[in-house]
C-alpha cells in the first residue's frame, strides 16, 4: 500500500532528475499550505520554548542543554535537548541499521517518502525555528527550511532508488560450452557501508543537512545527525517527524538519531573518529572540513568555504545588472555559500547598450542601488534578514579595515518588527588587482569587494585563480560577446565552477533549483560532493555480487 501511494511521486522525481527540467514537489509559497498554517506555525513554536524538547524518540540522554539565541529579539529561546553519549548513539544506530539495511530500496523509498510529507505537516514550525536561530527572513526560512529542503531530499532518495534498482536482484546466467554450459544463479546486492554522520550549520542547517540524511537512508544506511549547537530547533523538528513517521509504519526511529552538544562539549570529533561511523557529510568552515577528509576508513562529502566571482564585460541594460546584483549581495546579508563577492571590472568600465560607462560610475550605481535597496521600508529588512552570530557581525563592521577604498560602509539598521535584530547593510570596498591579500579570502557576511583589472581576460584569470585555489559554487558573469560568454564558459568550467550568465530580474546566482542544479561540483576546494549527482549517492553503498551452480 505505501509503496503504491508514493509511486508516482518517486518516478516523477526520478524523471525530473534526468531530465534536469523545472519541477517542485514541494510548493514554495506558504498559501499553498492553507490559511490557518502560518499562525498555526507561529502558536507551535512559541509552545516549544523554554521547555525542554521531548519531540524526539530517543532515550538514556545522560543530561539537558540548549543555547540558542534568536538574532531578531536577542532572547535565549530556552529550549533543552537531550545529551546523548557518543557510544549509546553508534549503538542504537548500529543496531537499527541491521533491519533496515534488509528493506527492499523500494519500500525504503516509499518510507522516506513518507517521512518527508510528515516533516511537511511542519514547515510552518521550522520556518520560525529557522529564523529565530539563523537570521533568516520569514519567507527565506520557510522555503528554503520547508519545501526547498524538502524537495532536495527528494532528490536524494529519487537518486538512490535509481542507482541501486540499475542492476537485476537476481538472475541466471549461463556461459556456452559448446555440448554444454555453465549455468549459474547470480544474485546483486546493494550493501550499506555504514553508520553517517551528518553535521550541520547555523545558516542552514535543514536545507544542507537533509540531501545527507536522505542519501544515508535511501541507500540503507542509520543515520546521525550532529546540529550546530546555536541551531538545532529547526533540525530537531525534522528529525523528530522522521521518527514518529517511522515508529507510525513499523520500523525503529533509531535509524535517524538527533546528537544535540554544547559548544563547551561538542562531540562531533568523537562521533567522527569512532570506527562504526563510515559516511560524513559535512558543511561549515574549511579547517573542520579539511580535517573531515583526512580521516581514514570514512567516505566524505563536504561544502567548504569558498571565493565567489562575479565578472562584469559588457552588458545591455547597466541598471537591470545592477538592481540583480544588488539583490544578491544583500540577500541573507551575504550569510549563503553562493552569495557573490568578488566582482572583477575592467578599469576601461563597461559596454553597454547606452554606450560605455566608466569604472567609476558602475561602481556608483551600485552603491546607489544596494543603499537604496537596504533603506527601503519595504524591502531592506526582508532581504538582509539578521545576522546569525556576533563573530560575522564583528567581521562586518571591521571590514572597513580591510584596505582600499570605503565605497560603502555597513551599518546597523532597525527592524520595525524587532527592535534588537542584529542587522548590518553591505560593505562595498574598492581595491586593485594588486591588493591579492584582500580579496583572496573568503569574507563571509555582507561584505563585497569590487576588483579593478586591465580588462576582461585579466578578470577572468583572477576569477579563475580564486576558484582553484580557494574554491568557489559559483560565478556570476555579464557579457554581450559570444566568443567572450564562450571563453568565460569554458575556463571557470575548467576549475570546476559553474557560470551564471546575463542574469537579471527575479532569479540570482545565489539560487539552486533541486532537480536541476548541481549545488557545489565538487571538483575544487570550496567541497568535494556535489548536491545531487550520482557519486553523492553511489558511494554510500557497494555492490556485492554472489552466485552458485544452478539446478
Known sequence: MLVAKHQNTIENAVKANQSRTFYAHYPEHPKAYGDEAHAIGVQSYQQM???????LLQTGE???????????????????????SVKDLIDKATEAGKSWAKVPVEQRAAVLTETLDKIRDHFFDIANATM???????????????????DRALEAIAAGYDEIRRYPGNLLWEKPMGKVSIKLAKSFHAIPKGVGVVIGCSTFPVW????????????????????????????????????????????????CQLAPDTSEHM?????????????????????????VETLKGKTVFTEKAGVNSVIIDSVKDLDAVIQNLAFSVSLYSGQMCTAPQNFFIPEQGINTNAGLVSFNDVVQ?????????????KMGAGTLGAVQNERTLQRAKEAVQLGGKVVLQGQSINNEEYTKARMFTPTIIEVSSADNNIYEQEL?????????TKDTKHSLQLAKQMAQKHGAITCAAYTTDPAVKEEIRDEMNSVFTPVSFNLTGFIWVNQHAAFSDFHVTGGNPAGNASFTNQEFILKRFVWVGNRELAE
Open 267 to 291: 562531540i562531533t570529533k568523537e562521533l567522527c573518529e569512532d570506527p562504526a561511523v563510515k559516511l560524513i557529510d559535512y558543511t561549515g568552515g574549511s579547517s573542520f572540513g579539511d580535517y
Open 365 to 377: 550605481q551600485f552603491k546607489e542601488a544596494v543603499e537604496a535597496l537596504v533603506n527601503n521600508p
Open 132 to 150: 529565530h536561530t539563523t537570521g533568516q527572513s520569514y519567507m527565506m526560512s520557510f522555503q528554503a527550511s520547508g519545501p526547498h529542503a524538502n
Open 62 to 84: 545522560k543530561g539537558w542543554a540548549g543555547e540558542e539565541v534568536s538574532p531578531y529579539s536577542g532572547e535565549v529561546l530556552g529550549v533543552t535537548y537531550p545529551l546523548f
Open 444 to 452: 563571509f557576511g555582507p561584505i563585497v569587494l569590487i576588483i579593478k
Open 49 to 55: 520554548l523554554n521547555k525542554p524538547y521531548k519531540q
Open 208 to 255: 544542507n543537512s537533509l540531501p545527507g540524511m536522505y542519501a544515508d537512508l535511501i541507500t540503507g544506511n542509520p543515520v546521525i545527525v550532529k546540529p550546530h549547537p546555536k541551531a538545532i530547533l529547526p533540525i530537531a523538528i525534522a528529525v523528530s517527524s522522521i521518527q514518529q513517521a517511522l515508529e507510525e509504519m513499523g520500523y525503529d526511529p533509531h535509524i
